[in-house]
Nanobody, 115 residues
């Protein structure tokens, strides 16, 4: 089992920045993929970014050049640096981890970007 706890959400004006953090605990040695999804009201959850053990990362097109995902395996953390935020980035952001046998999810953190 893997337990994930997010932090760092909040309210920010358009053009501002936020950094989301996700702390993993439990059977973290088997995790190979970690990342962030988001879900806005009335919309489906979408993958924002993910990063794998070797360091390769993927981003949804709408955040490329603005968001950066990073992972600290020693600290069992994954981060999402979000710059140049837009109102359309407003959503609940969820951390996830994948150990090949199951996916694990955090409780989510709200990001609200005002125009």
């Amino acid at each position: 089992q893997v337990h994930l706890v997010e932090s760092g959400g909040g309210l920010v004006q358009a053009g501002g920045s936020l950094r989301l953090s996700c702390a993993a605990s439990g059977s973290v040695f088997s995790i190979y993929g970690m990342g962030w999804y988001r879900q806005a009201p009335g919309q489906q959850r979408e993958l924002v970014a993910d990063v794998f053990t070797g360091g390769s990362a993927n981003y949804v097109d709408s955040v490329k050049g603005r968001f950066t995902i990073s992972r600290d395996n020693d600290k069992k953390m994954v981060y999402l640096q979000m710059n140049s935020l837009k109102p359309e980035d407003t959503a609940a952001y969820f951390c996830y981890a994948d150990d090949g046998a199951a996916e694990y999810w955090g409780q989510g953190t709200q990001v609200t970007v005002s125009s």
